[in-house]
């Protein structure tokens, strides 16, 4: 991985921590339950929509992967989130994810993050310029997350951080 990287691997590290937690004790219709009087996105949506994202961002990085997020988490509004996938299978996305995210990192050296973005809202800027747009998105969304968690009663991200250093949350059962 090229130095200029590892930041971006710390702060994608962090999100990777705190993912099961603020769907560890989430049921799927709490995970679909929309904020702003059901208009609003819900956690499920915050999810897929940042599933999305690292998808572009492995891209980015030199190694394309298509995204089956688009259009229900991109291109489209939040919805009822009937079709959207269960915790579980979040779950799993995530840490699939997850995997193909860090060998981009390791695999991208200094010419891709220099590079030109060819095409987006970036264009024309350089790869670490966009990534680290993603950095701030990706940490935006969390601190979405942790809103709704709050707003529907339930413990924000720090919390759930706290509860589990000390061996008290949910989050420490394996799901």
């Known amino acids: 991985m090229t130095p200029s990287l590892e930041p971006v691997a710390g702060c994608l590290a962090t999100t990777n921590m705190l993912i099961p937690l603020v769907l560890g004790d989430l049921t799927d219709d709490l995970a ?27 891209g980015l990085l030199g190694a394309p992967r298509a995204s089956p997020f688009t ?13 959207y996938p269960t915790v579980a299978e979040f779950r799993r996305l995530w840490k699939d994810i997850e995997a193909d995210l860090q060998a981009a990192l390791e695999g991208a050296g200094e010419a891709t993050v220099r590079k030109a973005v060819q095409d987006g809202p970036h264009v024309g ?39 589990q250093a000390a061996g008290q949350g949910p989050a420490d059962r394996e799901h």
Request: proline share 4%; with cysteine; hydrophobic share 50%.
């Open 32 to 58: 679909r339950r929309r904020t702003r009087d059901g208009e609003g996105p819900s956690i499920a949506w915050e999810v897929g929509h940042m599933l999305d994202y690292r998808c572009q961002l492995i």
């Open 125 to 163: 800027r350089p790869v670490l310029d966009a990534v680290a747009f993603f950095m701030f998105h990706e940490a935006y969304h969390m601190g979405a997350i942790g809103a709704i968690r709050k707003a529907m009663g339930l413990a924000g991200p720090a919390e759930l951080v706290m509860a």
């Open 71 to 83: 259009v229900a988490f991109a291109t489209s509004s939040a919805t009822d989130g009937a079709d």
